[in-house]
């Protein structure tokens, strides 16, 4: 079994990679590993490197684990993945048990990988241009994408947890409701919503658990459509979402769905797995058993 480990190259626990974890490992596997140093190298990396290694491990965040899957989704014949939660959020990993330790990658290495539903979304660029991505945790629109777009803007020296907070914390107060069409097998439902997740994982932005009950390999989407609920009421509504509990109100919804269908009027962004995709209208389809995740 070969293995590679594409490690985000600006991540702020690399020194315990390299001590804590990487040593521990080559004790027992053939690894090699490889560093990103720009925004989108991790998913030219598993492009290049799963035609030959058999297993590629993300070394990162949420981000990281995307890019690496959307790099493995372009080969005929595909490679196992896993994940070292390196990240601010780690939500996928942490809902497959994942820990940043030596002893909980070598336990998935020595089983077999878990064959895993992932999310095709299509929608199109700021040109009208056609795009074509996979996710693994959760896309929405709303407050996600408007976070993940205040973070891009804030400099270096705050760090990614630094970063997160203060973009956040801006979204709170200042991303108004966006009037979105949530269409699903007999679903479907307009209005003005803070945010509208379609999740194969349990959580996303950091243990917000917009679908506690979730499975990745259930072969379904759980959707969370946060209304136009007023400021105080949500953050009161987030209290109880991480801590894993369903909101009992007319102005949130959940659904389920295969295949999920969202429009906007106006321009809207699309978020997957904390990294800006695109914008609405957008079709987002689950892609059965598609990866043989380490979990």
Not at 16 to 27: C, R, V
Not at 95 to 118: K, V, Y
Not at 160 to 166: A, E, F, R, T, V
Request: proline share 4%; aromatic share 8%.
């Amino acid at each position: 079994m070969k293995i590679a480990i594409i490690l985000n190259g600006i991540s702020s626990k690399k020194k315990k990679f390299y001590t804590a974890i990487l040593p521990a490992l080559q004790a027992s596997f053939a690894i090699s590993v490889f560093e990103t140093n720009h925004a989108g190298h991790a998913q030219t990396l598993a492009a290049e490197l799963g035609k030959k290694y058999s297993v590629l491990i993300a070394a990162g965040g949420d981000g990281t684990l995307n890019e690496v899957l959307n790099g493995i989704m372009t080969l005929a014949e595909r490679p196992a993945l896993g994940v070292i939660p390196l990240g601010t959020g780690n939500d996928f990993a942490g809902a497959c048990g994942m820990l940043a330790t030596a002893a909980s990658i070598q336990e998935r290495l020595l089983q077999p990988a878990h064959p895993t539903d992932i999310g095709k979304i299509i929608c199109h660029d700021a040109d009208g241009q056609r795009i074509e991505k996979f996710f693994i945790n959760v896309c929405s629109v709303g407050m996600g994408p408007s976070t993940v777009s205040r973070m891009k803007t804030k400099p270096a020296w705050l760090g990614s947890n630094g970063k997160y907070l203060l973009s956040i914390l801006q979204t709170f107060f200042m991303h108004l409701p966006e009037k979105v069409t949530v269409h699903t097998e007999g679903f479907e439902w307009t209005g003005k919503a803070r945010v509208v997740a379609i999740a194969n994982g349990k959580s996303f932005g950091n243990k917000i658990y917009i679908a506690p009950h979730a499975k990745a390999e259930d072969g379904i989407f759980d959707v969370f459509i946060g209304g136009n609920v007023p400021l105080l009421k949500f953050l009161l509504y987030l209290q109880q979402i991480k801590a894993k509990k369903l909101i009992q109100s007319t102005d949130v919804h959940y659904t389920m769905g295969k295949k999920i269908e969202l429009s906007a009027e106006q321009k809207v962004m699309l978020e997957a797995d904390g990294e800006l995709v695109g914008y609405l209208p957008a079709r987002v389809e689950v892609a059965s058993a598609k990866i043989n995740f380490l979990r």
